[in-house]
């Protein structure tokens, strides 16, 4: 059975930094592309970053060079170390992961492409 859990979210200031883990179990992992989303209340549920099996990693635009993506394959594990926080980053984040190619193609923030999900971790940054 995939299981995906999250952890490390949390309250923090504005300007602040929070590092998100994802676990993942019930399959190998290190050949699936993963990522992260949010959704914010209200919203839809957006691509932050994916990284794939070779870690490679794509960003939505507006986070690149605060948000970083990473992953250990050998542990199963994907990471993602948030700095400079926002108010407007205050969601709940999910990590997921989909089939290796998601991650190469123009569907890679596409929450559709993604078949298995965490069940989320919230996220709260106050200014």
């Known amino acids: 059975q995939v299981q995906l859990v999250e952890s490390g979210g949390g309250s923090v200031q504005a300007g602040g930094s929070l590092r998100l883990s994802c676990a993942a179990s019930?399959?190998?992992?290190?050949?699936?592309?993963m990522g992260w989303f949010r959704q914010a209340p209200g919203k839809e549920r957006e691509g932050v970053a994916t990284?794939?099996?070779?870690?490679?990693?794509r960003y939505a635009d507006s986070l690149k060079g605060r948000f970083t993506i990473s992953r250990d394959n050998a542990k199963n594990t994907m990471d993602l170390q948030m700095n400079s926080l926002q108010p407007e980053d205050t969601a709940v984040y999910y990590c997921?992961?989909?089939?290796?190619?998601?991650?190469?193609?123009?569907?890679?923030?596409?929450?559709?492409?993604?078949?298995?999900w965490g069940q989320g971790t919230q996220v709260t940054v106050s200014s």
């Open positions: 997921a992961t989909a089939a290796r190619e998601v991650c190469y193609t123009g569907s890679w923030s596409y929450r559709y492409a993604f078949v298995y």
């Open positions: 019930g399959y190998t992992s290190s050949t699936y592309c």
């Open positions: 990284i794939a099996n070779n870690g490679w990693a």
